[in-house]
């Protein structure tokens, strides 16, 4: 989780819209004060009315994720992060998940 609070809005801004509506729920609902609200503001911004009227659904629906759920939610969106970097490079991005460098180590 530290991991992620460490990465930045813009990483996360074009990062948000890729993930499945069901591992952003997840992910809010395992951590609503300390990356939720970040989250939201995010989703706010780049998705649908119809994808955040979803996400609320499935938040206000579904039991609380199990420590394997969110781990693999945590998961997807660390792999979105590497895909997006791939893709359009941050400088320093070595440094951005020191434990998961490798997400075989996860």
Known sequence: MYNIM???E???RK???KLPATVIA???TAYPRSIGQTLMSMLAVNASP???QFVREEIQSTRTPSF???REAELELIKAVYAEQRIS???DS???FPYYAHPKNY
Do not use: W
């Open 26 to 28: 997840r992910l809010l």
């Open 50 to 52: 119809s994808t955040i």
């Open 89 to 91: 490079p941050v400088a």
């Open 15 to 17: 990062v948000i819209p």
């Open 6 to 8: 460490g990465l930045s």
């Open 68 to 70: 394997s759920q969110i």
């Open 94 to 96: 070595s440094n951005i």
């Open 10 to 12: 813009n990483v996360l």
